[in-house]
């Protein structure tokens, strides 16, 4: 039964015919993307989390990497994290590829190794929204559940001139109620499919090619002129910008530090070179701070390159700095090791420091 919103907004609008025209043109235009060969739970799984927040473009060699490393779920399940941040490494948003993994592990254990079909068993996975839980039942198990995402929200929003704040939470649940009314009950995998190929290729954020619609007669805000006033989104809080001065810290034997980042919080198990906190710390005593923190003693050198480096909530300004490493012994709670060069490729490091290695 329709909530009183979602009968508001599909009122006088032809859902049956918008999506026949929708799935038509999703099934004559689709790209050819990897992860569309087949209705594999498993690899429209992994392809739908490397596809948060990351262009198509980018993830298609990083998803066949990946598949060709893990090419089942349980190969996934039995890796080290350490291979699977490695087979990551440059996606970014590390988090999601520890949540998959810890997830998978759980299928395994708790669902014999079946990816669930089910909305709550979905759910309880680490990792899976309402977004990807919607993609996973309607790609792969053709169950008409809404995946409503930036994307879709955009597309729905001119269509059906929806004028909420979609940067609020609760709007993308008026979405969702909206989705579950209007998705094809007969091919929901292409409806919703359909949505976020319009939204990639022609309902695009900026300039919609309106003139290519393949619903461009279902759409409102086109023919009230208004397409590119939606969807509504407030601006996001400015980021922070950190300073800090990364070291390419060297031994006698030409050999480099790098450390492991705590288990918790941003970049979470992944290897980097030191970095010290230049909004904490003058860059004259840096030494001194060096020998406190980290127990050994240093000489710097030369700065050898600039790097910025945006997160969605904070930027990192990175002097990359040459030093020598003269006496001490690390902490030990400190995860520290010496390397070589060839030897960095074995470690998983963040984008930032991959741009550093050059310089080794």
Known sequence: MKNNRSERILEAFDSLTFCENLIQWFQTEQRVLPWRENQDPYRVWVSEIMLQQTKVDTVIPYFNRFIDQFPTLQALAGAEEQQVLKAWEGLGYYSRARN????????????????PNNEKELSSLKGIGPYTKGAILSIAYDTPAPAVDGNVMRVLSRILMIEDDIAKPATRKVFEEVVRELISKEDPSSFNQGLMELGALICTPKKPSCMLCPVQNHCRAFAEGKELQLPIKSSKKKQKKLPYLALILKDERG?????????????????????????EVNKEHVASWFKENYGVEIVLHDTVDHIKHTFSHIIWELEVIEATYTHGQFFEHLTTTFVTKHELEQYPLPVSHQKIVKHV
């Open 255 to 279: 050999k480099v530090v790098i450390q492991q980042r705590p288990e918790q919080g941003l970049l979470a198990n992944l290897w980097e070179f030191p970095m010290i906190p230049l909004q």
């Open 100 to 115: 998959l993994h810890s997830a998978v592990q759980e299928v395994v254990s708790t669902y014999n190794g079946q990816v």
